[in-house]
């Protein structure tokens, strides 16, 4: 589903679009090569590919899978998307073992649980925060935004002149609040990484859970700043 002019929606099951425990799932067409960010829970490969393919691209182009985190429904694709397509993982340094042991922070047994099991794959490509890299003719910025997971990053390109900011689970539209008091979780961390994204100044947002933003992302990022900071919170966990 192309979204703007060079990202596009190829997964997510909460759009119906590809299979159980699958998070939103967007494409960059970098001029000749492809980008991913997040490669699901697993199950879904095929139809990503499926869908990658309908829309008139050769998935062997995918040169690199960005992963926001470590979360099971944002990883479980990666040795099925590595071994499909001969792309590259790319991940923050700080969950590498993570991602490449399955451990705690993976929520791994969330996933067994939901009946979704894959097996990890090396990672290619570390990535640290603050480091800009080039997939064909876009520039990915890299930000280091934890709070969610100790790992998560956001990544920002621009796009037909906006500026578009994939935030992992670290931020979704209406300010929702995700999944929280889990392993990795730090309470501070988010708040400084909800500054941080606000510092980016997004014009659109794309986030791994939820409906994407083509307009106002500031708005919405202003809402968990107003949220987070605030005396009093109904909160409300969820992880799907
Ligand atoms: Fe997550």
New binding site residues.
């Given amino acids: 589903m192309k979204l703007t002019e060079n990202i596009y929606l190829v997964g997510g099951y909460g759009y119906g679009y590809s299979a159980v425990g699958d ?1 939103n799932i967007y494409m960059i067409d970098c001029g000749g090569s492809l980008a991913i960010v997040d490669t699901g829970g697993g199950k879904g490969v095929p139809q990503i590919i499926g869908n990658i393919e309908r829309m008139g691209f050769d998935a062997d182009d995918l040169e690199v899978a960005f992963i ?4 099971f ?2 990883i479980g694709g990666n040795k099925g998307f590595k071994e499909a397509t001969g792309c590259r993982i790319a991940a923050h340094e700080a969950e590498k073992e993570e991602l490449e042991g399955l451990g705690e922070m993976t ?1 791994y047994s969330m996933g067994l649980e939901r009946g979704l099991s894959f097996e990890p794959v090396k990672v290619d490509t570390v990535l640290r925060g603050g480091e800009s890299v080039k997939v064909g003719s876009v520039a990915f910025q890299v930000v280091h935004t934890p709070g ?2 100790p790992g ?1 990053i956001s990544l920002l390109i621009e796009d037909g002149g906006s500026r578009c900011l994939f935030p ?2 670290t931020a979704s539209a209406l300010g929702r609040l ?2 929280i008091n889990g392993p990795g979780f730090v309470l501070p961390e988010w708040k400084s990484s909800i500054k941080k994204m606000m510092a980016l100044e997004p014009d659109m947002m794309f986030p ?2 939820g409906t994407f933003l083509l307009s106002g992302a500031m708005e919405h990022l202003a809402v968990y700043d107003e949220k987070l900071n605030s005396p009093w919170v109904n909160i409300v966990t969820s ?1 799907g």
Avoid: T
Avoid at 68 to 71: A, E, R, V
């Fill in positions: 998070c926001s985190h470590c979360h429904d944002h929520l969610h997971s998560g992992g689970d995700g999944f791994g859970h992880v």
